[in-house]
């Protein structure tokens, strides 16, 4: 009779191949979520601010208020954009912009009543009186402000309903206006907007 006996199978072998194959399925996992990190990583990267303007007026001293707000945003790095539409395609209009007036009546912090305010050559004084207040206080004209928003950026959309409309002609306007923008257009870039503002 013999006294060797057949190698009993290793009971330890099927374990390890166990082990093995989850320490692959776990670096596999592993690799997965770091990619997921990575990807969620450079979405928060890209986290930039957007604010879309309506500018409805064209009156000097409605003018301001789209132009400093654009290109106070745009300085801090924000994707702007400005949709001008009925008068207020006048602050992109080359000559009109230059011409743009104050209106006397209507406003209750004007200095003189309504009933004065109304009479013939009012709205002229009225806007002399603002120009010099600007020019005194050394702040930057409608021009000025126009030429910064351009350079930082900032989108300045003409409506072309309104276009059409007031029969404006596209080249008048400043170079560097997008034209032919409607309203589908606008108020889809206001709804992946931060901020939307109508003035």
């Known amino acids: 009779m013999s006294t060797e006996t057949e190698d009993a199978p290793d009971a330890d072998a099927p374990a390890a191949e166990g082990e093995a194959a989850d320490?692959?399925?776990?670096?596999?996992?592993?690799?997965?979520?770091?990619?997921?990190?990575?990807?969620?990583?450079?979405?928060?990267d890209d986290d930039t601010?957007?604010?879309?303007?309506?500018?409805?007026?064209?009156t000097l001293d409605m003018a301001y208020p789209p132009l400093i707000l654009a290109s106070t945003a745009a300085?801090?790095?924000?994707?702007v954009t400005v949709f001008h539409t009925f008068w207020g395609l006048d602050i992109l209009h080359e000559e009109r912009s230059k011409d743009l007036k104050l209106s006397a009546v209507g406003n209750p912090n004007m200095p003189v009543p309504n009933a004065i305010a109304s009479l013939p050559g009012m709205d002229r004084m009225t806007t002399k009186m603002m120009r010099k207040r600007i020019?005194?206080?050394e702040t930057a004209s409608i021009a000025?402000?126009?030429?910064t928003?351009?350079?930082?950026?900032?989108?300045?959309?003409?409506?072309?309903?309104t276009i059409d409309l007031m029969d404006y002609d596209e080249d008048d306007f400043y170079d560097g206006v997008?034209?032919?923008v409607g309203a589908a257009t606008a108020l889809e870039r206001m709804?992946?907007?931060?901020?939307?503002?109508?003035v």
């Open 135 to 137: 020019d005194d206080n």
């Open 49 to 58: 601010k957007s604010m879309v303007i309506v500018a409805t007026k064209g």
């Open 191 to 198: 709804a992946d907007a931060d901020v939307q503002l109508l």
């Open 178 to 180: 997008t034209v032919g």
């Open 75 to 79: 300085a801090f790095g924000w994707d």
């Open 149 to 161: 928003c351009f350079d930082m950026g900032v989108e300045m959309q003409a409506c072309q309903m």
């Open 144 to 147: 000025e402000l126009l030429d």
């Open 23 to 44: 320490v692959e399925a776990l670096r596999e996992r592993v690799d997965e979520l770091e990619e997921q990190l990575s990807d969620a990583a450079v979405e928060t």
